[in-house]
Protein backbone atom coordinates (compact mmCIF):
# COMPACT_ATOMS: atom_id res chain seq x y z
CA UNK A 1 0.00 0.00 0.00
CA UNK A 2 2.68 2.49 0.93
CA UNK A 3 4.14 1.52 -2.65
CA UNK A 4 0.94 2.25 -4.18
CA UNK A 5 0.71 5.67 -2.16
CA UNK A 6 4.22 6.92 -3.49
CA UNK A 7 3.98 5.61 -6.78
CA UNK A 8 0.56 7.92 -7.35
CA UNK A 9 2.33 10.61 -5.85
CA UNK A 10 4.98 9.95 -8.41
CA UNK A 11 2.93 9.79 -11.16
CA UNK A 12 0.62 12.82 -10.24
CA UNK A 13 3.68 15.20 -9.35
CA UNK A 14 5.19 14.59 -12.80
CA UNK A 15 7.30 17.89 -13.99
CA UNK A 16 6.45 16.54 -17.55
CA UNK A 17 2.78 16.94 -18.31
CA UNK A 18 2.11 14.52 -20.80
CA UNK A 19 3.50 12.03 -18.90
CA UNK A 20 1.90 13.11 -16.00
CA UNK A 21 -1.15 10.72 -14.18
CA UNK A 22 -4.72 12.12 -15.91
CA UNK A 23 -2.90 14.09 -18.17
CA UNK A 24 -1.66 11.43 -20.61
CA UNK A 25 -2.79 11.86 -24.22
CA UNK A 26 -5.02 8.70 -25.05
CA UNK A 27 -5.60 6.31 -27.72
CA UNK A 28 -9.12 5.09 -26.30
CA UNK A 29 -11.14 8.16 -25.91
CA UNK A 30 -13.50 6.47 -23.42
CA UNK A 31 -10.61 6.25 -20.81
CA UNK A 32 -10.71 10.38 -19.52
CA UNK A 33 -8.48 12.01 -17.03
CA UNK A 34 -10.84 10.87 -13.84
CA UNK A 35 -11.01 7.51 -15.03
CA UNK A 36 -7.22 7.01 -15.69
CA UNK A 37 -6.53 8.30 -11.61
CA UNK A 38 -9.42 6.24 -10.57
CA UNK A 39 -7.99 3.03 -12.64
CA UNK A 40 -4.66 3.28 -10.73
CA UNK A 41 -4.13 0.67 -7.52
CA UNK A 42 -3.88 2.89 -4.96
CA UNK A 43 -7.59 3.17 -5.57
CA UNK A 44 -8.43 -0.61 -5.59
CA UNK A 45 -11.32 -1.75 -3.72
CA UNK A 46 -12.95 1.80 -3.03
CA UNK A 47 -16.23 1.99 -3.48
CA UNK A 48 -16.96 5.07 -5.81
CA UNK A 49 -20.57 4.95 -6.10
CA UNK A 50 -20.90 4.69 -2.01
CA UNK A 51 -17.81 7.68 -2.21
CA UNK A 52 -19.75 9.95 -3.93
CA UNK A 53 -22.99 9.23 -1.73
CA UNK A 54 -20.99 9.93 1.52
CA UNK A 55 -21.94 6.18 2.44
CA UNK A 56 -17.98 5.28 3.42
CA UNK A 57 -16.73 6.16 7.00
CA UNK A 58 -14.26 8.83 7.23
CA UNK A 59 -10.33 7.39 6.60
CA UNK A 60 -9.33 8.81 9.88
CA UNK A 61 -10.76 8.32 13.49
CA UNK A 62 -10.31 11.09 16.02
CA UNK A 63 -7.25 8.90 17.80
CA UNK A 64 -5.64 9.46 14.48
CA UNK A 65 -6.02 12.53 13.21
CA UNK A 66 -4.61 13.23 17.47
CA UNK A 67 -2.05 11.14 16.92
CA UNK A 68 -1.14 12.63 13.34
CA UNK A 69 -0.94 16.40 15.07
CA UNK A 70 1.35 15.02 18.14
CA UNK A 71 3.82 13.76 15.40
CA UNK A 72 3.50 16.90 13.26
CA UNK A 73 4.19 18.92 16.54
CA UNK A 74 7.00 17.09 17.56
CA UNK A 75 8.56 16.79 14.06
CA UNK A 76 8.39 20.51 13.74
CA UNK A 77 10.10 21.24 17.30
CA UNK A 78 12.95 19.09 15.86
CA UNK A 79 12.97 20.90 12.87
CA UNK A 80 13.41 24.20 15.07
Known sequence: ERGQAADIVRQLLTVQVDHRLGCRKRTDASQGALEE????????????????????????????????CLLQVKAMKLVN
Request: net charge positive; hydrophobic share 55%.
Open 37 to 68: IKAHPFFAGLNWAALLRKQLPPPLTSLARAMC
